[in-house]
């Protein structure tokens, strides 16, 4: 069963560097789509950025393109999600998402949709605050 540990997170400074770490547990990244998504009080789950199963596209949502950084680490097994300019409004619990590409058709793309994939991780609260 496809299990996704999460780490990093916590208290960070606006302008500090935040960094957010997933990896898969019991399977290689290069057979699964992972996503990041977060969810503030109040508020519906958005989808953050998403990297393919090959690591050659990703996607962010605007809110987040230009501060945001989805990368693969093979050796490491594990996904990152960083900025080095966080915002108060970055204030949310972040969950790592993970699905199986088969087809080859998905290898190669991904979508900030929650319902695309079907293994999640246990969140991690980040808060940006001074």
């Known amino acids: 069963q496809l299990q996704l540990v999460e780490s990093g997170g916590g208290l960070v400074q606006p302008g500090g560097p935040l960094k957010l770490s997933c990896r898969p547990s019991?399977?290689?990244?290069?057979?699964?789509?992972i996503g990041w998504f977060r969810q503030a009080p109040g508020k519906e789950r958005e989808g953050v950025s998403c990297?393919?199963?090959?690591?050659?596209?990703?996607k962010y949502a605007d809110s987040v393109k230009g501060r945001f950084t989805i990368s693969r680490d093979r050796f490491t097994n594990t996904v990152y999600l960083q900025t080095s300019s966080p915002k108060p409004e970055d204030t949310a619990v972040y969950y790592c998402?993970?699905?199986?590409?088969?087809?080859?058709?998905?290898?190669?793309?991904?979508?900030?949709?929650?319902?695309?994939?079907?293994?999640w991780g246990q969140g991690s609260q980040v808060t940006v605050s001074s």
């Open positions: 998402a993970a699905n199986f590409a088969l087809r080859e058709a998905d290898q190669s793309t991904c979508n900030l949709v929650p319902k695309d994939f079907s293994a």
């Open positions: 990297s393919s199963s090959t690591g050659q596209f990703t």
């Open positions: 019991g399977f290689t990244l290069e057979y699964l789509t």
